[in-house]
């Protein structure tokens, strides 16, 4: 019988987390973008504050 190789196991989840975390970042950029187009097509609101 083989002993487990730890390693392997500990650099799966590395891997793993860092997977997930670039997923976040990518979903955190896409928010952030649609939020930016979002204020840019309506900047009515931001233009009525500044002349009151």
């Known amino acids: 019988m083989g002993r487990p190789n730890y390693q392997f196991n500990k650099r799966q989840k590395e891997l793993d987390k860092k997977k997930k975390k670039e997923e976040k970042r990518q ?25 009151a």
């Open 27 to 51: 979903s955190k950029l896409q928010n952030k973008a649609v939020e930016t187009d979002q204020t840019e097509k309506d900047p009515t609101t931001s233009t009525e504050d500044l002349q």
